[in-house]
């Protein structure tokens, strides 16, 4: 099925077309969507996550940090978890 897009979104078709990427139209508009259902779940969950994060501080359940080095440590802890977290992905 032929659609009507714009020319600079036909000429991002025919390049995935042309590098095999996808064997129709319908297949990469359709990678597209459900590209964009994920993108936008994503940010729900987000928002709900910080909604969630911002209630629990407004309940005074955040944390004081005293000083820059306290400062510098919570992020040093953060950064750790994350890269964790990337490699345990990475393996799966």
Do not use: W
Not at 8 to 29: H, K, T
Not at 61 to 74: H, P
Request: with cysteine.
């Amino acid at each position: 099925m032929s659609y009507p897009f714009p020319p600079e979104l036909q000429q991002l078709v025919r390049e995935g077309l042309a590098a095999g990427n996808y064997r129709s139209e319908d297949e990469m508009l359709l990678e597209a969507v459900q590209l964009l259902r994920q993108r936008d779940a994503d940010f729900q969950g987000f928002k709900q996550n910080l909604k969630t994060r911002l209630d629990r501080l407004d309940r005074g359940e955040g944390i004081e940090l005293e000083n820059d080095e306290a400062l510098n440590e919570f992020f040093d802890d953060i950064e750790a978890e994350v890269c964790s977290e990337l490699a345990t992905e990475k393996k799966s």
